[in-house]
């Protein structure tokens, strides 16, 4: 789990309610922590993996077109949020392994190994889950751009420099106002802890207030996208607009449910260190919903990988394709290659599909006459009720906007 608290835990002079949330059932809260985050791991590599249906479906003589930012945003954002479960395995096992190394910790500078792993463990889970809040940030900013047609591919440079740029800066800085002046001898008290507490949770609190207003701005630019094609809003129009909507609700539902409990715990925490003895009979409801809290973070904060590639794509299946067979090209007769070459001269013959990585032609006509454009196909991509069916002029072959042939107009 992602919390100020691992840090201000690596202090040997750190502040009672640190202790109250560490020091109970430490094994049994270790071990949630890494059984959580190896299912957590195990499940957003296997929706990322490629997969029979998913994969690259066909090939055609037409050049692949790269996939929009926001496609390789959500990729960036499930790699941190893996790292991130990486961090918790680690710290967490050595936690279960090794008590003795862990208890050395509290010793006032003659150890220096164990607050060094401590810190290092603490900083590396703090930065990548940091990071997957600036991405989704910044893909709630992206789509809204795409949609508004002022967004290219190029944007996704601005976008690592503000993740990680802002990642690294608020990490280390707050690591440094909290082990000021020095690890061995942090200073105790609340108002040095304070800085370190502000720079973890800004971007989360931004993604919880910033996300929905993007959100909803692009949900209502889609509908109006939609109707100014021809002028009218038909049922196809308004079940893509709900399936964007949708689509945009389960990723803050994930988002809330993984993180809503670091913001109540922190509270709970901050308003004991508040009280002059935080042990008196009258506060222990208040310590029993820290505990519990606590615990429950520990479960969902290293599950948001895999939940939130659920909201983005759905389930993408068990059918894993992990070789990539080589096939030869036949030699064919001039002719023969002319009228290949015919065939898929169509613009709506390429389309690529890898978990999301919509890679097909800007614009391509649908049957009710209308172009599904890449700001379209971007807010709705990993969507099974969103397609549009498409008619291609000379082929035979009716697609649908994922590139699946759903039926044949003409068999032989």
């Known amino acids: 789990m992602a919390s100020p608290r691992l840090e201000t835990f690596c202090c040997p002079s750190r502040d009672p309610a640190t202790d109250l949330v560490l020091g109970f059932q430490p094994a049994f809260f270790n071990g949630m922590s890494a059984a959580s985050a190896g299912l957590g791991l195990l499940g957003t590599a296997a929706q990322l993996l490629p997969k029979r249906r998913l994969g690259y479906r066909r090939l055609s003589h037409s050049a ?45 500078g003659t150890e220096t190994w164990p607050p060094a792993f ?20 910044c893909y709630a900013i992206d ?48 108002q040095h802890a304070i800085p370190h507490y502000v720079t973890t949770y800004t971007p989360l609190l931004l993604v919880l207030f910033a996300n929905p207003i993007l959100f909803s701005k692009t949900a209502a630019a889609v509908a109006g996208l939609l109707k100014g094609r021809q002028g009218i809003y038909t049922e196809n129009e308004r079940r893509l607009g709900t399936e964007v909507k949708l689509r ?25 260190e508040l009280q002059p003895d935080m042990n008196v009979d009258g506060l222990k409801n208040v310590r029993n919903a820290a505990l519990i809290t606590w615990f429950i973070m520990s479960i ?45 001269s169509s613009p709506a013959s390429t389309s690529v599909n890898y978990h999301g990585f919509r890679q097909q032609p800007s614009k391509v006509q649908t049957a009710n006459g209308y172009e599904n454009s890449d700001e379209l196909s971007v807010v709705s991509e990993g969507s099974e009720t969103s397609t549009f069916e498409l ?22």
């Open 118 to 137: 401590c810190v290092a463990s603490a900083m590396w889970i703090q930065l990548f889950y940091s990071a997957t809040f600036w991405w989704l940030f």
């Open 391 to 412: 008619n291609m002029p000379r082929g035979e072959r009716d697609f649908s906007a994922d590139g699946d042939s759903v039926g044949s107009a003409e068999r032989a």
């Open 143 to 190: 789509v809204y751009l795409i949609v508004k047609q002022s967004s290219g591919v190029s944007i996704l440079v601005l976008y690592h420099m503000m993740t990680w740029g802002l990642a690294i800066l608020l990490c280390v800085e707050g690591v440094a106002m909290l082990y000021y002046p020095s690890i061995s001898s942090c200073e105790k008290g609340l």
């Open 64 to 108: 692949l077109h790269k996939p929009a930012a926001s496609s390789r945003i959500l990729l960036f954002l499930s790699i941190c949020d893996m790292l991130g479960c990486v961090g918790i395995i680690i710290r967490s096992l050595v936690w279960l392994s090794f008590p003795d190394f862990v208890s050395k910790i509290s010793v006032n």
């Open 300 to 344: 969902l904060n290293p599950m948001q990988g895999f939940l939130s590639t659920l909201a983005f794509y759905g389930w993408t299946g068990c059918d894993f394709y992990l070789k990539f067979q080589r096939q030869e090209v036949p030699w064919e007769s001039p002719e023969t290659s002319a009228a290949a070459d015919n065939a898929f």
């Open 248 to 272: 945009f609700f389960k990723i803050l539902l994930v988002f809330i449910i993984c993180w809503l409990p670091n913001l109540i715990n922190e509270s709970l925490l901050f308003y004991l």
